[in-house]
């Protein structure tokens, strides 16, 4: 293809994207298809000829975008939000024909220098610790992989990146994580990858608000310490994924700090809400935090991937990933970031520049509204199903989080109204007219309504709102 022919496609593309954008609402939220419905459309084995860009796009349109779940769609409640905005995609059309690798401060030096200024940018937007400094990853898990590392390191003596899992062996002293029961699966994921073993993770439970207990972490801490295992790490989630939990960060740093062990905060979606001034109570304590994780690319207008990772000591994570063979020397090694030296993989997109965009675009007090009204918008909604005398809200609003059930009169069996809201859930999924995610509390089925999507209004949350009430009537008459 000859750029004259890119320019003409692109063009072509680009009045497509604005369309989308548009026109999204006629579209399904979650794709409405059946498994291998998309795969059968394409052919078993790789074309020997050229074909058309005018076929290959029609083909788009026709067989693959019915099977793709419209994640920007206004009426997406379900999961978190993994937002986009015009702006962020206008930067990743460019940081896709740039192309470059961003390992090496010499390979890129405008994708190191750009991505140190958005990491203290959103420092100061979040009100991060002065001393956090922060680099891009590619998703949370990652990052809290990465902490894992870092603590794992700092655990043994800097010994297990060489020694091997052996190092743990000699000391006859095993590892353990912290996490109360609401965290997220990535932590136990990472935990095997990180060679912790899974059944060394310590789940601590949870409070009636969902929050992780430090006096029982406390307990749980030092019962392993008088078992002969080595606590490496405890993990604090703002915002957990389920119910939005928030654990206290200020008397389970003060553990953290009194038995040396690493204290990381997973914020994956909330840390874009601290850009508010009056939610920044929820990370009270975090001065005392080792690592803190938020992805710009659930609640901050910035498509996926853009995790922001910070970390207090950079050194301690140079020292768990650096390896700097020959040939990924330069001559201003040791001068300058590499960034390579501060995640797991060594090629890094450009993903700096979306952030650069979205934040210019929007100014901070434009993002400001927009995740404020996401928060009122919930208020009002978890206001009005409060006061629905046939729903139960199975977990409190967090920001804009929040869950119920539809539980009607008369019916008081647990099975049964599991059975009643899977219904639910399934039928609401189904129209394609909003897309919502279930989940258990405290046992029982919930459905989570979530509001943070760019362009979700007013309209789309009350439209939800009455359309899941109809549903549910209809299902129960
Ligand atoms: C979404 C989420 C994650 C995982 O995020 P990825 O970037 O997809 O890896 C981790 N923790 C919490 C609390 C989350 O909400």
Request: glycine share 6%; hydrophobic share 45%; aromatic share 10%.
């Amino acid at each position: 293809m000859t750029p004259e022919e890119f320019r003409t496609h692109a063009h072509e593309l680009v009045d497509w994207m604005a369309d989308y954008m548009a026109g999204i609402e006629e579209r399904p939220v979650r794709a409405q298809t059946a498994p291998g419905e998309i795969a059968a459309k394409l052919p078993a084995t790789a074309p020997e000829k050229a074909e058309a860009m005018a076929d290959i796009f029609a083909d788009f349109e026709r067989d693959i975008l019915p099977g793709v779940t419209n994640w920007q769609h206004p009426s997406f409640f379900a999961y978190f939000p993994a937002n986009s905005s015009p702006p962020s995609v206008l930067a990743e059309m460019l940081t896709a024909t740039l192309a470059a690798q961003c390992m090496l401060w010499q390979t890129s030096p405008a994708g190191t220098e750009v991505e140190t200024r958005m990491m203290e940018w959103l420092r100061g937007m979040l009100d991060l610790p002065q001393h956090f400094q922060g680099v891009i990853q590619d998703s949370a898990t990652s990052a809290t992989l990465v902490a894992l590392l870092t603590a794992r390191e700092r655990a043994t003596g800097w010994r297990a990146n060489n020694e091997g899992l052996a190092a743990l062996g000699a000391q006859g002293r095993k590892l353990t994580v912290y996490v109360s029961e609401e965290a997220h699966s990535s932590i136990e994921k990472t935990m095997k990858v990180a060679g912790y073993g899974a059944e060394n993770l310590r789940k601590i439970p949870a409070d009636r608000e969902f929050a992780m207990q430090p006096a029982e972490l406390a307990a749980a801490i030092e019962a392993d310490i008088a078992a002969g295992f080595t606590p490496a790490c405890v993990t604090a989630c703002i915002g957990g994924t389920g119910t939005g939990a928030m654990d206290p960060l200020v008397p389970i740093g003060e553990i953290c700090r009194r038995h040396n062990i690493w204290f990381h905060v997973d914020a994956a979606w909330a840390g874009s809400a601290l850009i508010l001034p009056e939610c920044r109570h929820l990370v009270d304590g975090l001065e005392h935090a080792d690592s803190f994780v938020f992805n710009p690319h659930k609640w901050l207008m910035t498509n996926f991937d853009c995790t922001a990772y910070f970390v207090a000591d950079p050194d301690a994570l140079e020292r768990t990933l650096s390896l700097v063979p020959e040939y990924l020397r330069s001559r201003e090694t040791g001068h300058v970031i590499d960034y390579q030296n501060w995640s797991v993989p060594l090629g890094r997109r450009f993903r700096a520049l979306k952030l650069w965009f979205v934040i210019r675009s929007y100014g901070v007090e434009g993002l400001r509204s927009l995740i404020r009204n996401h928060i009122a918008l919930a208020e009002e909604l978890f206001e009005q199903v409060s006061g629905e005398a046939d729903f139960d809200i199975l977990s409190p609003l967090r920001l804009s989080l929040f869950s119920f059930r539809y539980h009607p009169a008369g019916i008081e069996d647990e099975a049964a109204l599991d059975a009643l809201n899977l219904r639910l859930i399934e039928t609401l999924n189904d129209s394609g007219l909003l897309y919502l995610t279930q989940n258990r509390v405290r046992g029982k089925f919930a459905i989570r309504f979530q509001i943070g999507q760019t362009t979700t209004t007013k309209h789309h949350v009350e439209a939800a709102w009455s359309f899941i009430r109809e549903t549910a009537h209809g299902l129960n008459a």
